[in-house]
């Protein structure tokens, strides 16, 4: 099946831990994005991706890291710097200007 | 830089009936694309409806229609015959022809569907 999949559903993060959430697509889609979603609101943007190796900050990178050495993965890392990690994380890809979201990530602090 | 306005945090319509959502932006290009997209319960994105500003026409999906008034800055969504399965939240969303990074999210109305 073609899509967008992210993994862990669920991941749980202890302080001062990085935690790296996947997101795999075979769509061959160009660009890649990642937002953070938190309860009642809208989608904020961290990080995007048009092509492999390169990569943009979006509205709200600090505390957040990203990769793009292939075409299909766009993990993102979600370190210790980032003080306020809980929130559901949505991958996206885009194609002919239309974007298309993965199953998201629920983050979680113990 | 780019604004998308829902002014309806939250909507309840009774099934089989219709409802209409509403959206405004802030832009200063002439050609740009306009989404909606729901969010049910497993919190999966799913597109239901685009429109590119450059037809006049207004998008149809089945159930779901929009009203597209370019002049007003508005992209409102109606759902007819509301079902059950049409309970999420919707979101308005916008992007920039010549932008293209970037899509600019609404924060999203809620809307319940009543049996």
């Known amino acids: 099946d073609g899509g967008i999949t992210q993994s862990p559903k669920y991941l749980f993060r202890k302080e001062g831990q990085n935690v790296t959430l996947s997101c795999e697509q075979n769509l061959n889609h160009d660009a890649m994005y990642w937002y953070r979603q938190d309860p009642g609101q809208g989608l904020r943007l961290i990080y995007y991706?048009?092509?492999?190796?390169?990569?943009q900050k979006g509205d709200i990178a600090e505390g957040y890291s990203v990769s793009r050495e292939k075409k299909e993965s766009f993990p993102l890392t979600v370190t210790s710097a980032q003080k306020n990690p809980t929130a559901f994380y949505l991958c996206?890809?885009?194609?002919?200007?239309?974007?298309?979201f993965g199953p998201g990530t629920r983050l979680l602090v113990l | 830089a780019q604004t998308v306005t829902q002014s309806q945090p939250e909507m309840s319509v009774q099934e089989a009936e219709t409802v209409t959502l509403s959206c405004t932006y802030d832009?200063?290009?002439?050609?740009?694309?306009l989404f909606w997209y729901k969010q049910p319960p497993s919190r999966q994105m799913i597109l239901v409806i685009r429109q590119e500003a450059y037809k006049q026409q207004n998008a149809t999906e089945n159930r779901f229609s929009v009203n597209f008034q370019k002049a007003a800055k508005s992209f409102s969504l109606k759902i007819s015959d509301s079902q059950l399965g049409d309970a999420a939240m919707y979101f308005c969303a916008y992007r920039g022809l010549y932008n293209f990074n970037k899509f600019y999210f609404g924060s999203g109305t809620k809307l319940n569907v009543k049996p």
């Open positions: 991706s048009q092509i492999v190796n390169d990569f």
């Open positions: 832009t200063s290009e002439s050609d740009y694309y």
């Open positions: 996206a890809s885009t194609l002919g200007g239309t974007q298309y």
